[in-house]
């Protein structure tokens, strides 16, 4: 990091489980600034966190609100890895949030293809993995996550508010930030380590035990395609399998499932 962006920081968290934790006021976007660290150095294993985001960005070029009481940070990685490979750190990194908030306040949650964290079936965290690459080998990856932790539903646009929530709704409190940050890098380093050690097939099993959406019918929307059926499975690729209702199995590399309901 160049000592211009080390002056804009308001603090430093050294060491936290490994990860050195740069933490700003405002920033346009915790991933574009990553990405703009990443760049100007080698080191890895840095987080940029910001409390307000003036640009947050969503999947799929979407804005993402987020007000301060949310957690806004961006981890950047540098896997030896290829690009497919790459997109692992999203599925790792969404079971770090749920297993996060089922273990500091026992809440129901969940995961959902691709990058969605759940609580009580309503979204409260979105991860955006971003690759970087050079001559298709990986340079660096920034995996943000956003988890609307002490917000309010009413900070967000009324189209939201009956899919969204927050840890503070679910709670009715507000909940120590630098806890959840702090265990959130700790169950996240735990999977990247297992990652490294080629333990994808048993990471991505902790990933669908808490997909409940698998064996539910599903509508898809895949670039100019709807799709409804049932979601079978997701495949060592990442990949989302899905039971169209005439019986054929379709493959989904990217898109965005909303559930039907359970089939019987
Ligand atoms: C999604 O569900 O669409 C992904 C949302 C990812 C949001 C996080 S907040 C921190 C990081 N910085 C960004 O601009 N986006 C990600």
Excluded: C
């Excluded at 915790?30 to 409390?51: F, G, P, S």
């Excluded at 965290?125 to 956003?146: D, K, P």
């Amino acid at each position: 990091m160049s000592p211009q962006d080390a002056e804009k920081h308001q603090k430093i968290q050294q060491n936290v489980s490994g990860y050195k934790v740069y933490i700003y006021k405002s920033l346009s976007s915790t991933n574009k600034i990553a990405k703009e660290v990443a760049e100007k150095t080698d080191e890895e294993k840095i987080v940029i966190l910001a409390e307000t985001q003036t640009m947050g960005r969503g999947r799929l070029g979407r804005q993402w609100i987020s007000p301060k009481g949310g957690l806004w940070l961006s981890v950047i990685l540098r896997p030896q890895t290829s690009p497919k490979e790459a997109l692992r750190l999203t599925f790792i990194m969404s079971s770090a949030v749920a297993k996060t908030i089922k273990t500091l306040f026992n809440l129901e949650t969940s995961v959902k293809w691709p990058n969605d964290v759940l609580v009580n079936g309503k979204k409260i965290s979105g991860i955006l993995t971003e690759i970087n690459t050079r001559e298709s080998l990986v340079t660096f990856v920034i995996v943000g996550v956003g988890i609307n932790v002490n917000i309010d539903l009413e900070s967000f646009p009324s189209s939201l508010r009956a899919t969204v929530t927050s840890l503070k709704h679910e709670l009715g409190h507000k909940v120590k930030q630098k806890t959840l940050t702090e265990m959130l890098l700790q169950n996240f380093e735990d999977r990247y380590r297992r990652l490294q050690q080629g333990m994808w097939s048993s990471l991505l099993q902790e990933w669908k035990s808490l997909a409940d959406f698998l064996g539910k019918e599903v509508e898809v929307s895949s670039f100019d395609e709807n799709l409804s059926g049932e979601a079978l499975d997701v495949e060592e690729d990442g990949a989302l399998i899905v039971r169209l209702k005439d019986g054929l199995l379709k493959k989904v590399v990217v898109g965005d499932v909303i559930v039907k309901r359970r089939l019987s």
